[in-house]
């Protein structure tokens, strides 16, 4: 059982560290065929900080948390409605309501 285990242990991280190697030797290609160093090219997410100031972006979309706080604030306005929270409430309390009297119909 011992070996199974440490061969296992030692499969996945063979495996890890293929995954990573090929990530890499795929970003460099990606360089590779480019020929060039192109200042358009973004990463997926990118964070600057500048004292008290965070931007970001995501797919070279510009975030802030202005718009956040807009989109929050956009929510409540509407009174987003779950269908399934609102059904699981009723269900809940339809079982507790029905088990309280199946206790008391029990004990009396």
Known sequence: MKM???????????????????MQLANNGIHKIKGYDDPNFQNAVSIQESGNNIS???LGNDISSHDIEAKKK????????????????????GISGASEKLIKLITD
Do not use: Q, R, Y
């Open 74 to 93: 956009k929510l409540e306005e509407i009174g987003a409605f779950n269908f399934f929270s609102s059904m699981g409430k009723k269900m809940s309390d």
């Open 56 to 58: 970001s972006s995501f």
């Open 4 to 22: 199974f285990i440490v061969k296992s242990i030692c499969v996945v991280a063979l495996m890890v560290i293929s995954v990573l190697t090929g």
